[in-house]
C-alpha cells in the first residue's frame, strides 16, 4: 500500500499584531525585527482556541480531498498550545467539532517539527492498512504561552492551523518518498516551557516568575538548527538519488528568513522554489509548514505531482524532513 498527500488547507485568525505594535510593548524595532528574522507581522487569534483553527483547517483539507467527513478514520494533531494541558487531546476536540465518527484521535508533541513528525505516522498507518485516510493537523494558539514582557521570543510567534489529509494510493509517482524524523534532548534547554509540568508542577512561584511561558536560547539553537537541517535536507535527497534541481517546491518551516536562505542556499535552491510566509504569519511552530503549502496551493503555484522538499527543527530539540510529491487536485 502506498500513501499519498492528497490535500491541504491552513486558516489563519483575523488579528494581525504587527511590528510596530510590538514596538509598543517591548524595547524592540520594526528595523532589528525584519533584519534579524524577516518577520513583519503575525496573527493572533483572540476568541478561538487552538481546537477551533485546526477545524477550520481540518474542513477545508477534507473537502479538497474530495471525502466525506466519514472517511476520515484517524486524526493527529501537532501542537505545543494544546487547548487543555494534559488531557483530553486536541485532536479529541478538533474530531468532535469536525462531526467526525468517534475516530482514534491524538496529539503528538514535537514542537515546530510536529507536522513532520504527524505526516510520518500517518504514511505508516495508510502503508500498514490501519487506517484509510488520516488527517493530520499542525494548530497553534502561541499567543497563550508568549511572554509578551520578553521581547527575545514575543516578537517570532504567531497563531495559526494548517491540516492535510494522508491516504491511499496505487501511483508510485503520486506516493510519498520519503521521511526523516530525529531528536537530541542533549540541547533541551534551547527551547522549553519550564513551568507546569512535573518538573515544576504549577505553583504561586512557578506563575510569578513566569515559569510557564516558553523560554529560548535563539542565538544557540539558530546556530544548531542551520547546522542540523542542511545536513538532514542533503542527507535525505542523497539516501533518495534525487538532485535539489528536481524539487519543485522548497517548503521549510517559518523560523527565520536568516535560516530559510542559509539551508536553501546550501541547496542551491533558486529563490522562486522557495515557500516563504515567515515575513507575514511568523513562526506558528507546527502549523507553519501545513500554512506554507496551502499559500502556494491558493496562489496556484503548486500543482498535482509536483516534489515538495520539507524541513523544519524545533524544541526538543526535534528536527526532520520529507519529500513529497503533492497528491491533491
Ligand atoms: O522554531 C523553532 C526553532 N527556532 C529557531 O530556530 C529560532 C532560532 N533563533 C533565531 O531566529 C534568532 O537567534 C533570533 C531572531 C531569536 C535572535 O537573533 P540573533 O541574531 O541570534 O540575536 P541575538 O540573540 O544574538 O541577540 C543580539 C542582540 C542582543 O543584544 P546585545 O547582547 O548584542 O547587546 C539582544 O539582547 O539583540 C538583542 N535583542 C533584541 N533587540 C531588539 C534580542 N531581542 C531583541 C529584540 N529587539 N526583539
Not at 234 to 252: A, C, M, R, T, Y
Request: hydrophobic residues 40%.
Amino acid at each position: 500500500m502506498l500513501a499519498s498527500f492528497k490535500s491541504i488547507g491552513a486558516y489563519v485568525p483575523e488579528k494581525i499584531l504587527s511590528n510596530e505594535d510590538l514596538e509598543k510593548m517591548v524595547d524592540t524595532s520594526d528595523e532589528w525585527i525584519q533584519k534579524r528574522t524577516g518577520i513583519r507581522e503575525r496573527r493572533i487569534a483572540e476568541d478561538e482556541i487552538t481546537s477551533d483553527m485546526g477545524v477550520k483547517a481540518g474542513e477545508i483539507a477534507i473537502s479538497r480531498a474530495g471525502l466525506r467527513k466519514d472517511e476520515i478514520d484517524a486524526v493527529i494533531c501537532a501542537t505545543i498550545s494544546p487547548d487543555y494541558f494534559c488531557m483530553p487531546s486536541t485532536a479529541n476536540m478538533i474530531s468532535h467539532k469536525l462531526g467526525l465518527n468517534p475516530v482514534t484521535s491524538f496529539d503528538i508533541s514535537a514542537a515546530c517539527t510536529g507536522f513532520i513528525y504527524a505526516l510520518n505516522m500517518a504514511k505508516s498507518f495508510v502503508q500498514s492498512g490501519t487506517f484509510k485516510n488520516v488527517l493530520i493537523i499542525g494548530a497553534e494558539k502561541l499567543s497563550s504561552i508568549v511572554d509578551y514582557e520578553d521581547r527575545t521570543t514575543c516578537i517570532l510567534f504567531g497563531d495559526g492551523a494548517g491540516a492535510a489529509v494522508i491516504g491511499r494510493t496505487e501511483m508510485q509517482q503520486e506516493a510519498i518518498i520519503d521521511v526523516h524524523t530525529g531528536a537530541d534532548a542533549n540541547y533541551s534547554d534551547y527551547l522549553i516551557t519550564p513551568g507546569g509540568g512535573s518538573a515544576e508542577p504549577t505553583s504561586l512561584e512557578t506563575i510569578k516568575n513566569r515559569r510557564h511561558f516558553m523560554k529560548m536560547q535563539g542565538n544557540a539553537t539558530f546556530k544548531v538548527a542551520v547546522k542540523t537541517l542542511t545536513k538532514d535536507v542533503i542527507e535525505i535527497l542523497e539516501k533518495n538519488g534525487i538532485d535539489s534541481n528536481e524539487i519543485d517546491h522548497f517548503v521549510p518551516h517559518q523560523a527565520n528568513y536568516r535560516i530559510i536562505k542559509a539551508v536553501g542556499d546550501a541547496l542551491k535552491m533558486p529563490k522562486e522554489k522557495v515557500a516563504l510566509t515567515v515575513g507575514k504569519y511568523g513562526n506558528t511552530s507546527s502549523a507553519s509548514i501545513p500554512m506554507a503549502i496551502n499559500d502556494l496551493y491558493e496562489s496556484g503555484k503548486l500543482k498535482r505531482g509536483e516534489l515538495m522538499l520539507l524541513d523544519a527543527f524545533g524544541g526538543g530539540l526535534t528536527w526532520g524532513s520529507a519529500l513529497v510529491p503533492f497528491g491533491g487536485e
